[in-house]
């Protein structure tokens, strides 16, 4: 059974510009939520899909955004890129919705310059 | 300015000897309690979680104490290998559906 994949694994972006990230879940789940890692910051929640349905989002400015298509993969967005938004961007994906049992991703490096 | 990194407490055990790691939470509403263990350019891997009617739960070489008075969550793993150093985090989850995280156990397991 294939894990959760997210691509790519590392970007550098300059300041300013916007990002693309993409998660596929397991195959079956259709919660998808993202995390930010940072030293600083540790583990933060960012937001979370069903089916397509944005139902909770994390602490964030609206430069981060999501959505979850019908086959339940899931992009993240992030606009007009800060130095501070230089991250581990973990996706995870649940079968049961409810955020327990959580499989991660391996991250997507991004390094904002 | 300089961003400062999280002081990450850290545990040493010998190989063979039986590691406990523990956490703080503050919400005492969450429904579960979760550990992971998270390699070096990995992301965080589920090792077991423990529903908060429950103050104890077993997995392979895995326990899971709860104690919801003190608000303390620990992690025991039997005979330490050194395949299980990495940094691990305890996270609780409830009805928001989403993970909070602890600030994570560097744990190093010497040889």
């Known amino acids: 059974k294939a894990g959760v994949t997210q691509t790519p694994r590392y970007l550098i972006k300059t300041r300013g510009q916007q990002v693309t990230l993409s998660c596929s879940p397991i195959?079956?789940?259709?919660?998808v939520s993202w995390y930010q890692q940072t030293p600083g910051q540790g583990l933060q929640f960012l937001f979370e899909y069903f089916s397509e349905t944005q139902r909770n989002k994390g602490n964030f400015p609206g430069r981060f955004s999501g959505r979850q298509f019908s086959n339940s993969r899931s992009e993240m967005n992030v606009s007009t890129l800060e130095l501070g938004d230089s991250a581990l961007y973990l996706c995870?994906?649940?079968?049961?919705?409810?955020?327990?049992?959580?499989?991660f991703g391996q991250g997507t490096r991004l390094t904002v310059v | 300015g300089e961003s400062v990194g999280l002081h990450l407490p850290t545990l040493s055990v010998q190989e063979g000897d039986n590691s406990i790691i523990n956490c703080a939470y503050s919400?005492?509403?969450?429904?579960?309690f979760i550990w992971y263990k998270q390699e070096s350019g990995k992301g965080p891997q589920f090792i077991i979680d423990i529903r908060s009617n429950m103050d104890k739960r077993q997995g392979q070489r895995v326990t899971v104490l709860l104690n919801k008075t003190v608000k303390h969550l620990s992690l025991q793993i039997a005979a330490t290998q050194p395949g299980d150093s990495a940094v691990y985090f305890c996270?609780?989850?409830?009805?928001?559906?989403?993970?909070?995280f602890g600030s994570g156990t560097q744990l190093t397991v010497l040889p």
């Open positions: 919400n005492s509403a969450s429904d579960y």
């Open positions: 195959s079956g789940h259709r919660s």
């Open positions: 995870a994906s649940s079968g049961t919705g409810t955020g327990v049992e959580a499989f």
């Open positions: 996270a609780e989850s409830g009805s928001a559906r989403q993970l909070t």
